[in-house]
């Protein structure tokens, strides 16, 4: 069995942090895909990033990067500098061969 | 140019109605969803459709009834509304093939409200 959490349930921060979404995927597959989706208030939700289950190189795009580490199951989102707009729920989505799970989110607030 | 597009926005109506809400994508993609997000933004599949066969039918009400012509739309039909429906319903697609390897593009959601 698959399981996805998400141990922070709503984080604040004020504008210009740095804060760090955390993920654990447990698993027995080998192969797996790791996504992050962003939902802000106006409630679409968005692609932000993937990582396939063999990479484990830390990546930086923009303000966003990102660590997954397989020893640990551990899949964390950092957004560098965070602004209001960065305000939303974000979730992290493992896949695998007919399997879309989302975990329960981590609500961001931005203050500014 | 919308890529994922779903009708209605929103949806009230009265229990025990039947209802339809329609999706269709631009993007080429051969694997389409539909997910419910509960009210506290719990997100789970439902249905998923790849070049218009069914390959995941997560446990769901038979009430609750998918259907794809073709690749481009897989629409949701659903009899008997309970209160329990009440949800937004996001409907997506990726190309994919069901590997899971593909981000997933949704559209804007429609709400679903119960009275």
Redesign the interface.
């Known amino acids: 069995a698959q399981k996805v959490t998400q141990a922070q349930t709503e984080i604040s921060v004020v504008e210009k942090e740095d804060v760090t979404l955390d993920c654990v995927y447990e698993t027995r597959d080998t192969t797996?895909?790791l996504?992050w989706?962003k939902?802000p208030p106006s409630?679409?939700?968005?692609?932000l990033i993937?990582r396939?289950s063999f990479d484990e190189q830390n990546e930086i795009s923009g303000r966003y990067s990102w660590n997954f580490q397989k020893s640990t199951s551990s899949f964390n989102f950092t957004i560098t500098a965070s602004q209001v707009v960065d305000s939303a729920?974000y979730?992290c989505a493992p896949?695998?061969?007919?399997?879309?799970?989302?975990g329960?989110?981590t609500r961001l607030k931005v203050l500014a | 140019d919308t890529a994922v597009s779903q009708t209605p926005k929103y949806l009230v109506t009265q229990m025990g109605n039947d209802k339809s809400i329609k999706c269709e994508q631009n993007l080429g993609h051969d694997t389409m969803?539909w997910?419910k997000q509960d009210s506290?933004?719990?997100?789970?599949?439902m249905f998923?459709y790849n070049n218009k066969e069914l390959?995941?039918n997560e446990t769901v009400p038979n009430r609750f009834s998918p259907k794809s012509p073709d690749k481009a739309h897989l629409n949701l039909h659903i009899n008997s509304l309970e209160l329990g429906d009440s949800a937004?319903y996001?409907c997506?697609s990726s190309q994919d093939l069901?590997?899971?390897?593909s981000?997933?593009?949704?559209g804007?959601?429609t709400r679903l409200s119960i009275l």
């Not at chain 1, 409630?43 to 692609?47: A, Y």
């Not at chain 2, 506290?40 to 599949?45: D, E, M, Q, T, V």
């Not at chain 2, 981000?103 to 949704?106: E, G, V």
Request: no cysteine; hydrophobic share 40%; proline share 0%.
């Open positions: 797996y895909y996504f989706y939902q409630g679409e939700l968005v692609f993937r396939n729920v979730f896949t695998g061969t007919y399997k879309y799970i989302f329960t989110g | 969803y997910y506290k933004k719990f997100l789970k599949i998923s390959i995941i937004v996001f997506a069901g590997a899971g390897r981000a997933q593009h949704f804007d959601g």
